[in-house]
């Protein structure tokens, strides 16, 4: 079953805009990671954030984490065309031993 | 730099053959896991291993087996490859924590 699921399938931004992809869990969690794939790579790690944390920032990316909504959010500012890829969420959950993603968002930077 | 490498990144196959789809990590990490990639479907875990000589079932074990005979690789098996195992698969590596993960960079398989 897909326990993660983000809220957008697509969203597309001019270079310099800020964007946020919106992600919803079903379960309890200790933590909620957030990936970027760009195009014929594997995902690659670009926040962590635990159950205990409200807010997590790296550089232009902040992420928000609600429990009691389950929820998380990925902002990105001041855009550039490198974003372009497709974002996901991932939970981990307190009886489990793997991560479980969402279906992503796919976010286009055009110039 | 956490390195996971997958072999072969691209591979045909006939429907009722076999497949092994392997992958080897640098990264001493005890965790592996195999993920597949679908349109719709985001990545859905088959298989996963706590270190050399465990596997365990993921989200979607049917039709998949698994092997990790040493800390450094774990293959994935297709018996009996079908045409709905047409995927891009993904190996990953990750510590006990199980907070990140360390992608490999794919194997796109295709069963005619």
């Known amino acids: 079953s897909q326990l993660a699921e983000e809220n957008s399938w697509a969203l597309s931004v001019h270079e310099g805009e800020s964007v946020t992809v919106n992600c919803s869990y079903k379960t309890s969690i200790t933590a909620l990671q957030w990936y970027r794939q760009k195009s014929g790579k594997g995902p690659a790690q670009l926040i962590l954030i635990r159950s205990n944390e409200r807010e997590k920032r790296n550089g232009r990316l902040r992420a928000t984490l609600d429990t009691s909504s389950q929820s998380s959010s990925l902002s990105i500012t001041a855009t550039r065309c490198e974003d372009t890829a497709v974002y996901f969420c991932?939970?981990?959950?307190?009886?489990?031993?793997?991560?479980?993603f969402g279906t992503g968002t796919k976010l286009q930077v055009v110039p | 730099e956490a390195a996971v490498t997958q072999s072969p990144r691209n591979k045909v196959a006939v429907t009722g053959g076999k497949v092994t789809l392997s992958c080897n990590q640098t990264?001493?990490?005890?965790?592996m896991y195999w993920y597949r990639q679908d349109t719709g479907h985001g990545l859905r875990l088959i298989h996963y291993?706590?270190?050399?000589?465990?596997?365990e079932k993921g989200d979607i074990p049917d039709g998949y087996k698994a092997s990790r005979p040493s800390q450094e690789n774990f293959s994935l098996i297709l018996e009996l490859a079908t045409p709905s195992q047409t995927s891009v698969y993904f190996c990953?590596?990750?510590?006990?924590?199980?907070?990140?993960?360390?992608f490999g960079e794919g194997s796109r398989l295709i069963v005619v």
């Open positions: 990264n001493n990490h005890n965790n």
């Open positions: 990953a590596s990750g510590t006990e924590s199980g907070n990140t993960l360390y």
């Open positions: 991932a939970t981990y959950a307190n009886s489990g031993t793997y991560q479980r």
């Open positions: 291993s706590y270190g050399a000589g465990s596997t």
